[in-house]
């Protein structure tokens, strides 16, 4: 789950490139498909990073209720809205000393984005409910599968924050576009889930030839799903997804 498995060229590159911006400050925005690892190379930087002894604390934008993102990120006093009964830190607070992962930046509301801005200007943050703003020290991380310039361009993303966040961009090569990468993962998925299991010749051709949507958690979730169900030595093709088993020629 830590580590970051790659011999192909372009995911050589974004590790390479992960590694240095750890030893930087600069706003990062780790940019690919679902399921590709941004978090994974988002948890990465925090490690190589000298703030690896404080919290990492990784959050996605998208399972926010939209109402209460702000609440959320910078937290809160009694009062400051319905239902608010208690003192609250947000999750800025929260990675303190650390480093916070938004993943789906693309998808904050409108509303709550300056604020956003405003901390990664000068690192204050004005829990809701109060007049007085906390300086912080937690260095953000963001990701998303989004065109983020088409956002800015359509006005659902603010130009400014853009600008801010984009300071470095690693672009996460898709599963179909780093092929010397397939066999390593296979066979380290399958040495987590059945370390006795190999992967039968004929199904080779097809997992090759597979476009993986939905990426590196695709295939890690096939090859669980076929271990878990397959009984016996050989894994079995009636339990792969329709796509696969009906790309499989048999022997």
């Known amino acids: 789950e830590n580590r970051w498995l790659g011999v192909d060229p372009s ?25 590709t690892g941004k978090e994974l190379l988002a948890r990465l930087i925090h490690r190589a990073s000298s ?11 998208t399972t926010l209720t939209p109402s209460l993102v702000a609440s959320e990120l910078f937290g809160h006093l009694p009062g ?23 993943d789906e930046i693309g998808d904050m509301p ?16 004005r829990p809701l409910g109060s007049n007085e703003s906390i300086r912080i020290d ?6 998303t599968h989004r065109d983020l310039e088409a956002a800015v361009e359509e ?17 996460i090569p898709s599963l179909r576009n780093r092929p010397a990468d397939l066999p390593l993962l296979i066979e380290d998925f ?12 004929a199904w080779w051709a097809a997992f090759r030839s597979y476009s993986w949507p939905g990426n590196v958690r695709e295939l ?14 050989e894994l079995e093709a009636r339990f792969l997804p329709v796509a696969l088993r009906n790309a499989i020629v048999a022997p």
């Open 11 to 35: 995911s050589v590159d974004a590790l390479d490139q992960a590694k240095r911006a750890a030893t930087t400050e600069i706003s990062v925005l780790l940019h690919g498909e679902s399921g």
């Open 138 to 143: 937690t260095r953000i991380v963001c990701a």
């Open 190 to 201: 399958l040495a987590a889930q059945s370390p006795a299991q190999v992967l039968p010749k």
């Open 110 to 125: 409108l509303a709550v984005q300056p604020s956003l801005l405003r901390f990664l200007e000068d690192g204050l943050v």
């Open 80 to 102: 400051a809205f319905t239902g608010a009964s208690e003192r609250r830190k947000g999750l800025i607070h929260a990675a303190c000393g650390g480093t916070l992962f938004l």
């Open 220 to 233: 890690k979730n096939v090859i669980r799903s076929v271990c878990g169900m397959s009984r016996g030595p």
């Open 155 to 171: 006005g659902r993303f603010r130009e400014d924050l853009y600008h801010r966040l984009v300071g470095f961009v690693i672009q």
């Open 51 to 61: 703030r690896c002894a404080g919290p990492m604390v990784a959050v996605n934008v």
